[in-house]
């Protein structure tokens, strides 16, 4: 089912928190709302289950208005951060509520429980109470309740945070297979840039009530639309620059110490995004991945290189990060993998290649 919002406002008070967003979600899609705290992703995602009024604007399930409905008429199924199981009830007993209070009666209830804790590995503990399961098994029995009542649209309130690293990627998985699975169009609230890359179908990067970029995973990440969206999501080189004119289909030319070369302008289009270097003129940001770097001892590499030293190396097993400055003072990080990446040494003249393909310039 999709979900369409239109000028979406909603108010805390007299402070207006979101304001006139327009969101589209294709119907089976895994969406994320991604961004830091206080940024308006949860207050969205509890203003599309009904929790929260909207002041104005639209919101519609598979077309049909939802905007003014309670959120126990929206046909939702919601997983929350803290799990919100009832401590004095049995794991059964807190997957069946959904259905009980849809009028679901007997051997029907007990058939869909049990499957529904079979398909989260959780059978053997169904006559539990929360207090004896782990993060992670509580949190599969928030999305066994979540799924049992097979619900249009499936929200997800930051539902790993709770969790070490191992339980979150097992419980990820956990839920991406059942997500694809039935083919529930979902949105998930996450400030974890890896959970939203490797989740979903479509990420909206959120910046103070905003839709910064909307895009597939790999765009935001290799094409972010703004500074915002480039130094929240992954690791970025931002590097300020004056382009030295237009270089053709949509791209502009810059210099990197002494390299000289041709980066993509990001440009703000129909898919939400802010900002944007299509015409950049004056001062703009150059944004370089580290893993999109390379350094070499000499500057035959067939890619734009510039003269650079090493200021500090750290061996983190399969990678190697480095820190270099360039003649002109500027300070890059570069990720290098592969045999020897470890091969540089603090103090090491050398040079710094760069893939254009893989540079962004954005307005400043």
């Known amino acids: 089912m999709s979900i369409d919002i239109k000028g979406l406002a909603v108010h805390y008070g007299p402070v207006e928190v979101i304001s006139d967003l327009d969101l589209a979600i294709g119907a089976g899609h895994f969406f994320t709302l991604l961004g830091p705290s206080g940024c308006g992703k949860t207050t969205l995602l509890r203003t599309i289950a009904g929790f929260i009024p909207a002041a104005r604007g639209a919101i519609a399930f598979g077309g049909r208005d939802v905007t003014r409905l309670p959120a126990h008429r929206r046909d939702i199924g919601m997983v929350f951060q803290d799990y919100a199981l009832?401590?004095?009830?049995?794991?059964?007993?807190?997957?069946?509520?959904?259905?009980?209070?849809?009028?679901?009666?007997?051997?029907?209830?007990?058939?869909?429980?049990?499957a529904a804790l079979e398909r989260v590995d959780l059978g053997a503990f169904a006559d539990r109470k929360p207090a004896a399961l782990s993060g992670g098994q509580r949190q599969r029995v928030a999305l066994a309740r979540a799924l049992v009542i097979q619900p249009q649209v499936l929200l997800m309130d930051e539902p790993l945070s709770n969790l070490d690293a191992k339980l979150r990627v097992q419980?990820?998985?956990?839920?991406?297979?059942?997500?694809?699975?039935?083919?529930?169009?979902?949105?998930?609230?996450?400030?974890?840039?890896?959970?939203?890359?490797?989740?979903?179908?479509?990420?909206?990067?959120?910046?103070?009530?905003?839709?910064?970029?909307?895009?597939?995973?790999?765009?935001?990440?290799?094409?972010?639309?703004?500074?915002?969206?480039?130094?929240?999501?992954?690791?970025?080189?931002?590097?300020?620059?004056?382009?030295?004119?237009?270089?053709?289909?949509?791209?502009?030319?810059?210099?990197?110490?002494?390299?000289?070369?041709?980066?993509?302008?990001?440009?703000?289009?129909?898919?939400?995004?802010?900002?944007?270097?299509?015409?950049?003129?004056?001062?703009?940001?150059?944004?370089?991945?580290?893993?999109?770097?390379?350094?070499?001892?000499?500057?035959?590499?067939?890619?734009?290189?510039?003269?650079?030293?090493?200021?500090?190396?750290?061996?983190?097993?399969?990678?190697?990060?480095?820190?270099?400055r360039l003649a002109d003072g500027a300070v890059l990080a570069v990720d290098l993998h592969g045999e020897d990446h470890d091969r540089f040494s603090q103090g090491q003249a050398l040079f710094l290649a760069v893939n254009p393909e893989k540079a962004v310039v954005l307005a400043q």
């Open 171 to 324: 419980v990820r998985e956990t839920i991406m297979e059942l997500q694809r699975e039935a083919r529930i169009t979902t949105v998930f609230v996450t400030h974890d840039q890896e959970e939203a890359l490797s989740m979903s179908d479509r990420i909206g990067v959120m910046n103070n009530g905003r839709i910064e970029q909307l895009g597939t995973p790999k765009e935001i990440y290799a094409t972010p639309a703004t500074a915002y969206v480039a130094d929240f999501v992954g690791a970025a080189n931002r590097i300020e620059v004056t382009p030295e004119g237009a270089a053709g289909q949509g791209r502009m030319r810059v210099r990197l110490g002494d390299a000289l070369f041709d980066a993509a302008c990001a440009d703000a289009g129909p898919a939400g995004a802010r900002g944007g270097a299509g015409g950049a003129t004056g001062r703009a940001i150059l944004v370089l991945r580290p893993e999109e770097l390379d350094l070499s001892a000499t500057p035959g590499t067939g890619r734009p290189a510039a003269a650079a030293t090493v200021l500090q190396r750290q061996y983190l097993g399969a990678r190697t990060s480095y820190k270099v």
């Open 86 to 114: 009832f401590p004095d009830k049995t794991v059964f007993e807190n997957v069946a509520y959904g259905l009980r209070a849809r009028g679901e009666k007997g051997a029907a209830i007990r058939t869909r429980v049990m």
